[in-house]
Nanobody, 115 residues
Framework: QVQLVESGGGLVQPGGSLRLSCAAS????????MGWYRQAPGKQRELVAT???????NYADSVMGRFTISRDNAKNTLYLQMNSLKPEDTAVYYC?????????WGQGTQVTVSS
């Protein structure tokens, strides 16, 4: 079993930045693909970014060039640096760990972009 705990969400003005963190209960980055997803009110949950065990990354077109996914293996922590935030980035952001058919989710952290 793996526990994922997100933090770092909050209220930010358009154009601002936030860094989300996801602490894993044990070292899983060498096995699991880690990802960030988000869900806005009334919409389906969507992929934001992923980082594979080999370090390769993938981003949704809507965040390419603005968001950066990274990890600290020593701290068992996943990050999402979000820059140039837009109102349409407002959502609950979830951390995800996936290996074949095993999937873990965090509880989510709210990000609100508003003036």
């Amino acid at each position: 079993q793996v526990q994922l705990v997100e933090s770092g969400g909050g209220l930010v003005q358009p154009g601002g930045s936030l860094r989300l963190s996801c602490a894993a209960s044990r070292n899983i980055f060498s096995i699991y693909t880690m990802g960030w997803y988000r869900q806005a009110p009334g919409k389906q949950r969507e992929l934001v970014a992923t980082i594979r065990s080999d370090g390769s990354t993938n981003y949704a077109d809507s965040v390419m060039g603005r968001f950066t996914i990274s990890r600290d293996n020593a701290k068992n922590t996943l990050y999402l640096q979000m820059n140039s935030l837009k109102p349409e980035d407002t959502a609950v952001y979830y951390c995800n760990a996936r290996s074949y058919d095993v999937i873990y989710w965090g509880q989510g952290t709210q990000v609100t972009v508003s003036s």
